[in-house]
């Protein structure tokens, strides 16, 4: 079975910090993906990363940056948060190339920003 | 730019009704279709996909899903529903070629017991 985790499922921070939301999967999987979720608007698509160290933006970018140094682990990073960033952030991965493979999802991280 | 359209944002269900979800997608060329959903508390977890051959695809769960190109629609049903099936559901199109998936947002379905 495929798992994907995330480093933590609820997280509060205070606006201006600096938040790192971690992501791991354990099926070697080179597609890696940042979502955030919020009620009516369904899943958007921050970043994603089909490689190590590749990476490209998806929907909603701004205000967001990730990491990927290692082929399992991909970061997301919130250089300055906002309370507009106050979301579930989920995490996928999915095997290699751009053919018709599902995603599989890690558990979710609640972030509230105060 | 791609969309994914679901109409139905609440559905309420007493158990044992037919369900029937819909959605519609607005690319023209080939497409992968899938069915997530989200029981409360869990991860986001595949139901079905599409991607060639026959239209009518079988889930886990008793779920079913038709795709119909002529009217960019992949509609998700179930026959019988029950209690346990109050999740939220997803549909999502990938063009195969891209990296991106596309969601709808979401149908909360509750099934009243």
């Known amino acids: 079975d495929v798992k994907v985790t995330q480093s933590s499922r609820y997280l509060v921070k205070r606006t201006g910090e600096k938040v790192f939301l971690e992501c791991v999967q354990d099926m070697d999987h080179e597609n890696m993906f940042w979502y955030r979720q919020d009620p009516g608007l369904g899943l958007r698509l921050i970043y994603f990363?089909?490689?190590?160290?590749?990476?490209e933006k998806g929907d909603i970018p701004e205000g967001y940056s990730v990491s990927r140094e290692k082929k399992e682990r991909f970061s997301l990073i919130l250089e300055s948060a906002s309370t507009n960033q106050t979301s579930m952030y989920l995490c996928?991965?999915?095997?290699?190339?751009?053919?018709?493979?599902?995603?599989?999802f890690g558990p979710g991280t609640r972030l509230t920003v105060t | 730019a791609q969309s994914v359209s679901q109409h139905n944002h609440h559905v309420i269900l007493s158990e044992a009704a037919s369900l029937e979800l819909g959605c519609n997608y607005s690319y023209g060329g080939t497409v992968n279709l899938f069915w997530y959903v989200q029981y409360p508390g869990q991860h986001l977890q595949l139901l079905l996909k599409?991607?060639?051959?026959?239209?009518l695809v079988k889930g886990i769960k008793g779920f079913e899903a038709e795709f119909i190109k002529s009217k960019f629609s992949f509609n998700l049903r179930k026959p019988s529903v029950q209690w346990s099936d109050t999740a939220e559901y997803f549909c999502a199109v990938k063009s195969p070629g891209t990296y991106k998936y596309i969601f709808g947002t979401g149908t909360r379905l509750k099934v009243l017991a």
């Open positions: 996928a991965s999915s095997l290699p190339g751009t053919a018709y493979y599902e995603q599989y």
């Open positions: 990363s089909y490689d190590v160290k590749m990476k």
């Open positions: 599409y991607f060639s051959g026959d239209p």
